[in-house]
């Protein structure tokens, strides 16, 4: 029998500081932002020296200590050893913290997507708002941590295509940066200034309409409203962006899939900043 004892954090994990502030006892100022993102980076750091693949990683599993706001990375129940392209585990985890290369398929999860999900959770922690994945990438990180000093960092993060994709070691210089830049007291939460509305609906074309479908008449307004033309099995996605002003802006992304003739998928979302 093997026993392993293990460290007791005595603090919250960052999905309840972050979406929860209202029971958070933690208060996300910059400089406990600043602690917490480079920590998290370093824990990251430490276990792909190891070759050592998190493949979960989300902010329900990591805990931030109340006093010294100390960041670890916990839940290695789904890790796996990364050796020579080898892999000791299943290809397991959560969706909503999945790389698109290993959402679409022509990737297991490795070093890169853990590098991916750590970028997400970085925009979330500034944003305080849940981010599609499908939207994410350099141009929407630009847009949402306009001015914030890990703005740079991250979006070599998310880079879509994983041989772009930074590593840890090769990101961990600019974090620790701007960790340094971004500790001198609170900011204004970046939540103010974005507006989040995003839909996912099941429609149909033809055919009976069942109870949770949206009416005829809506996927009439959305198919003669697209400004493209819908196959009859596919998937179609438009990013717009618009500048209202020197500083603002709205980006808009639309995500169309359609099989057999019908609307199986819609999605809309946009962000206003000032």
Known sequence: MWIIPLEYIYGENLEQIIFNATVSKIQLTSSVRATVIIDMCEGLLHLHSKDIVHQDLKPDNIMVEYN???????????????????????????????????????SQRSHCSDVWAMGKIIAELHTRVRLPTSSLCPTT????????????????????????????????????????????????PITKAVQLSQSSSTLAVRGNVTQGLMKMNQHQEITNNAPFNLPTTGRVVMNDYEAKSEKGGRWKRTEVTTRDGKIVKYKDAQFDFD
């Open 141 to 188: 990180i630009r847009m949402l941590l306009k001015h914030q000093p890990f703005s740079s960092a991250v979006c070599r993060m998310v880079e879509p295509n994983p041989s772009q994709r930074t590593s840890m070691s090769g990101v961990i210089d600019d974090i620790r940066c701007a960790g340094g830049a971004g500790s001198s007291g609170p900011v204004s």
């Open 68 to 106: 010294t706001h100390r960041a670890v990375i916990i839940d290695l129940g789904l890790a796996k050893f990364f050796k020579q392209g080898l892999n000791s585990a299943e290809n397991l985890g959560n969706d909503a913290y999945l790389a698109p290369e290993v959402l679409l398929g022509y």
